[in-house]
Nanobody, 123 residues
């Protein structure tokens, strides 16, 4: 089983910055992609940003130019640097990872989720 532990959320004023971190631990063979999703009250969970093991990135249009995703493959950690935060960025942010659990089945991909970290941006 894989555990994703997030940290770095909190309360910040509009225009401020926060950095989220997520560390993957447990038993897995590979982490192909890691990323961040968010869910605001009354809304569906939405993609924020993803990054592959080869450092290819993908961002939601709403965060392009403000958020930066990065990862440390040695430490099995993914980061989300959030700048110029807006009140509409307020949500619970979830870490996500996709990968193989066993070297005997390297193409069988699983998806794992963190417990969520609250980010609140005040106006």
């Amino acid at each position: 089983q894989v555990q994703l532990v997030e940290s770095g959320g909190g309360l910040v004023q509009a225009g401020g910055s926060l950095r989220l971190s997520c560390v993957a631990s447990g038993r897995f063979f590979s982490l192909n992609a890691m990323g961040w999703y968010r869910q605001a009250p009354g809304n569906q969970r939405e993609l924020v940003a993803t990054i592959t093991s080869g450092d290819s990135t993908n961002y939601a249009d709403s965060v392009k130019g403000r958020f930066t995703i990065s990862r440390d493959n040695v430490q099995n950690t993914v980061y989300l640097q959030m700048n110029s935060l807006k009140p509409e960025d307020t949500a619970v942010y979830y870490c996500n990872a996709r990968g193989a659990a066993s070297p005997f089945f390297p193409s069988k991909e699983y998806m794992w989720w963190g417990q969520g970290s609250q980010v609140t941006v005040s106006s």
